[in-house]
C-alpha cells in the first residue's frame, strides 16, 4: 500500500513514516505539509490512501480533500486530526473522505489505513457517537426498513451498529451466535449496496 502523509507538523510527519513503514504492506512515497501539498503530491505521486491532517496553512485539509475528490472521485481519503469539531467532520463525511480518526487513536492507524484501502469506511469511536446529532437523528433501537426490504431482526441488527455495538454485543443483546450475527450483516450489506459497518450506521441516521 503506498500511502501520501500530509500533515504541517513535520515531526508528526516523520513519527508517522517510521510508525507507518514498520508495517512490511505499506510505503510511505511521500510526505507534504499543507493543503496545497496535499493536491500538487496527490497528483503527482498517485498513492492508494492519502492520511492528512485538516487544519494547516494555505488550504484546509477538507479544502484539499474536495479539490482531489472532484479530479479523482475514486480517491481515498483518511483524515488523522486532534480536531473533534462538528462542522469539520461533517465536511468529512459530505465530501466523500472515507475515514476520519484522531490522533488519540494511535493504534488505529494502520487497521484503518488497511481498511480504507480495500474501499471501507473508517470513523473512530470518538467520530461514530457524534453521527447521530451530526445527522439531526436520535438512536433507537427499532428501525422500521421495510421499504429497503429488511426484516424485522435485520432492522434489529441495524440499530445495535448504529449504536456501536460489537457482532459479540449484538449476539448477547439478540440472544444469537456471532456467527449469525455475521450473516445478518452480510445479507443487510448486500440488500443496501453497502461497504461496511459505518455506512451501516450513517444510512439508519438518514433514513430513520
Do not use: W
Not at 514498520?22 to 503530491?41: F, R, S
Not at 472532484?70 to 462542522?87: C, G, M, N, V
Not at 455495538?165 to 444469537?176: A, G, P, Q, T
Amino acid at each position: 500500500m503506498r500511502v501520501l502523509i500530509v500533515d504541517d507538523d513535520a515531526l508528526v510527519c516523520s513519527s508517522l513514516k517510521i510508525i507507518l513503514e514498520k508495517d512490511p504492506d505499506i510505503t510511505v512515497v511521500g510526505i507534504g505539509n499543507n493543503g496545497e501539498d496535499a493536491v500538487g503530491l496527490y497528483n503527482y505521486l498517485a498513492p492508494d490512501v492519502l492520511l492528512m491532517d485538516i487544519r494547516m496553512d494555505k488550504k484546509l485539509g477538507t479544502e484539499a480533500a474536495e479539490e482531489i475528490l472532484r479530479d479523482y472521485p475514486d480517491a481515498k481519503i483518511l483524515f488523522l486530526t486532534t480536531f473533534s469539531d462538528d462542522e469539520y467532520i461533517h465536511t468529512a463525511l459530505n465530501c466523500g473522505a472515507k475515514g476520519y480518526l484522531l490522533k488519540q487513536d494511535y493504534d488505529s492507524i494502520i487497521p484503518a489505513l488497511k481498511a480504507v484501502a480495500m474501499g471501507q469506511t473508517v470513523f473512530g469511536g470518538n467520530i461514530m457517537e457524534k453521527l447521530p446529532s451530526l445527522l439531526g437523528k436520535e438512536v433507537h433501537n427499532e428501525f422500521n426498513g421495510e421499504e429497503f426490504g429488511l426484516s424485522e431482526k435485520e432492522c434489529q441488527i441495524i440499530g445495535c451498529i448504529a449504536e456501536g455495538l460489537s457482532n459479540k454485543e449484538i449476539s448477547e443483546e439478540l440472544f444469537l451466535s456471532e456467527g449469525t450475527i455475521r450473516n445478518y450483516i452480510s445479507s443487510i450489506l448486500e440488500k443496501l449496496a453497502l461497504r461496511d459497518r459505518t455506512q451501516i450506521a450513517v444510512f439508519y441516521y438518514k433514513n430513520k
